[in-house]
């Protein structure tokens, strides 16, 4: 019977990893992969998350399941974090997932579930595993334009003018902050003129939270979120807490659903709770409880927004740099868009067949629409990576 099966096509980043690994060279440079580095190329351990790690150590008496959601402590946490006070506790509903990824496949298999109909919406470009997933799952895929490669900003007629073909019960699919894979971002006003239309066509919205802390602050880069929580009666928030507790092992995500009352909220709930039963059963727990320990501990919970900001700030920082040398290199202003970006990503606009340039002569390796990982660089790689884009593109 396995012969039915067909070749799945490479994960094209996956593979740019491999390629990376066997490149000989010794002064190559990882612009692909899609995790945080810190200038020495590592990505650390983060100390709050150490010393969290070692207060269950010697606290844990039991390895026993935890809830079919997770760890209840976990799931009110992350809900603070993520929506403050800007909805009612008793309409919140949420489940502790394996990652970002886990929270987004439950909510698209929750979505199927309420709307076996809708048309999920994505932004074009996007994440790649986002329509994989969509289309996995087997609801169809619509995307609105969003970014415009030659400016480097967001398209916003373009995402107005796609959003408004939104039928109602369709399900579109909101970047919260640090857009991946552009790393340009709207505006609050923006947001609020996207609400109004998405209001205005009855869609219902999901928002991808993958990046809070890594772009203006961890409120300011939840704000979008907490005002579409409190435009809509209904939505569901798929949050990772790999980026900015630097857990990515560990696979510690949550999604959340708000409901119109605290009755809906109770039923969606045990939908919730089913879906992880019928997924994975119980949730891990090992990276939830360090993230739990966190945020429970005042001292480690301030050690921690203290480490992120120097995070945060470092590449605000690299983007400036990298800004300033393009110009330079350049003697253009064409690139001047990477340092008002936000986040770890930003499409530089150039063609595949410079990319490959860039790998095969400079050694420089990034994905073939051109996003780079600006948390790849250092104050020393940035001019290089500036002088070889300048070459490529002459």
Known sequence: MLEALKAQPQDKILQLIQMFKDDPRTDKIDLGVGVYKDATGLTPVMRAIKAAEKKIWETQDTKTYTALTGEPGYNMAMRKLILGDAVAADRLSSIATPGGTGAVRLGVDLAKMFNPGATVWVSRPTWGN??????????????????????????????????????????????????????????????????????????????????????????????????IAQAFPELLIAASCSKNFGVYRDRAGVLVAVSADAAQAEITQGNLSFLNRQTYSFPPDHGIRAVMTVLDDPALEADWKEELEVTRSGMLGLRAQLAEELRRATNTDRFDFVARHRGMFSLLGLTEAQVMRLREEFGIYMVSDSRINIAGLNAATVPVLARAVAEVIR
Request: proline fraction near 5%; aromatic fraction near 10%.
């Open 130 to 227: 986002h329509i994989s997933i969509i289309k996995f799952v087997g609801l169809p895929v619509a995307e609105y334009r969003y970014f415009n490669a030659e400016s480097g900003e967001v398209d916003f007629a373009a995402v107005k003018a796609d959003l408004g073909q939104v039928k109602p019960g369709d399900v579109v699919l909101l970047h919260g902050c640090c857009h991946n894979p552009t790393g340009a971002n709207l505006t609050l006003d923006q947001w609020q003129e996207v609400i109004a239309i998405l209001k205005d066509r009855q869609a219902f919205p999901m928002v991808d939270l993958a990046y809070q802390g890594f772009g203006d602050g961890l409120d300011q880069d939840a704000a979008p979120t907490r005002m």
